[in-house]
Structures are given as C-alpha cells and as structure tokens.
Nanobody, 129 residues
C-alpha cells in the first residue's frame, strides 16, 4: 500500500502563493495518476486537481483553474500543487491520493473523494482576507 505524506501548507494572505508537496512511497509512483483533494471545515472533501502518469495531462476543479498547477516528479516520487492568487475560500486541509479507480479523463468516480479509502494526514492551508 502506498504511503503519502503531504507538506508545504501554511498561512498566507489573500493573493499569496503556496506550493504543496506529496511524497509517495510503497508503490511504483509513475504507474499511477495522482490527485489533490481538500476539505474545508464543516464541508465535504472535494477534488481539486489530478495529473496523468507521465504528467502530460492535468485536470482541475473549476474554482481553481488558472490559479493552481499540479505537477509531478516521477524520479523523486513527489507530487506538487502550486497555488497562486489564493482566496479565503481555498482555506482547507489538502490531501493527495493515488488514483486506483480509473483515469481522471474517463471515470468520474476517480474525482469522488468518497471512493478513496486511505488518506494521509493532509496539510493545512489557511488564507486570510
């Protein structure tokens, strides 16, 4: 089973930037699509972004398009999320996960957090107005 460790969260003002990292071990990292999810206090967890195995294709939730960029370094077994122009509504705990449910482009279930059974500890992002 893959182990995932998220890092890079913090507190920033609106308009600021953060870069999240997700270190993965336990499986062949490059063999899986990867995704970022987030959960705001009192709300359900939601899909944020996904990336194909070789990094060529990215998928974004509408509210983060043009502001967030997902990327990966397969040699380092690390997934990234560059977050720019942050808004208070981006405040949440951010999680990464391995997509074992089907390609993001073809299977909507892959973007459904409820379909995933294992999560890391996440990293807190707080954006102040």
């Amino acid at each position: 089973q893959v182990q995932l460790v998220e890092s890079g969260g913090g507190m920033v003002q609106a308009g600021g930037s953060l870069r999240l990292s997700c270190a993965a071990s336990g499986r062949t990292f490059s063999g899986y699509e990867m995704g970022w999810f987030r959960q705001a206090h009192g709300k359900e967890r939601e899909f944020v972004a996904g990336i194909s195995r070789n990094g060529d294709n990215q998928y974004y939730e509408d509210s983060v398009k043009g502001r967030f960029t997902i990327s990966r370094d397969n040699a380092k077994h690390t997934l990234y999320l560059q977050m720019n122009s942050l808004k208070p509504e981006d405040t949440a705990v951010y999680y990464c996960n391995t997509n074992t449910l089907g390609f993001f482009a073809e299977w909507p279930i892959a973007r459904n957090p409820k379909a995933y059974s294992h999560w890391g500890q996440g990293t807190q992002v707080t954006v102040s107005s």
